[in-house]
């Protein structure tokens, strides 16, 4: 099993990214997949969630509902997170993770402890 991240990089203040989780060794359309972020000296935060393909349900926290949107392309087994409207406060390295259960995200989807497998991160620079 493994994830792989990409597609992060420096973008200006009202930008967008989008970046990509690769999965392998599992069908993504199983499990809940989550992004995560950590930025220098801060805890990691849980951002955005889309449970498995039976429910297809999508979790934003706070901080970015109504700028990022998650999604999953099941056939490229592929999980993305389009960021737009990007903030100097996004400037974070971004990780996708795959819940240890298949099934439905759970009510604390983002609790970092529900997760077992780990994209490597991306670092997202938003800085003019």
């Known amino acids: 099993v493994q994830l792989q991240a990409s597609g992060g990089g420096l973008v200006q203040p009202g930008g967008s990214l989008r970046l990509s989780c690769v999965a392998s060794?599992?069908?993504?359309?199983?499990?809940?997949i989550t992004w995560f972020r950590q930025a220098p000296g801060k805890k990691r935060e849980g951002i955005s969630c889309?449970?498995?393909?039976?429910?297809?349900?999508?979790y934003y926290a706070d901080s970015v509902k109504g700028r990022f949107t998650i999604s999953r392309d099941g056939a490229k087994n592929t999980a993305y997170l389009q960021m737009n409207s990007l903030k100097p406060e996004d400037t974070a390295v971004y990780y996708c993770?795959?819940?240890?259960?298949?099934?439905?995200?759970?009510?604390?989807?983002?609790?970092?402890?529900?997760?077992?497998?780990w994209g490597q991160g991306t670092q997202v620079t938003v800085s003019s």
């Open positions: 889309i449970s498995s393909s039976d429910d297809g349900s999508t």
């Open positions: 060794g599992f069908s993504m359309d199983a499990y809940a």
């Open positions: 993770a795959r819940d240890r259960l298949p099934g439905r995200a759970r009510n604390s989807w983002e609790v970092s402890s529900w997760y077992d497998y």
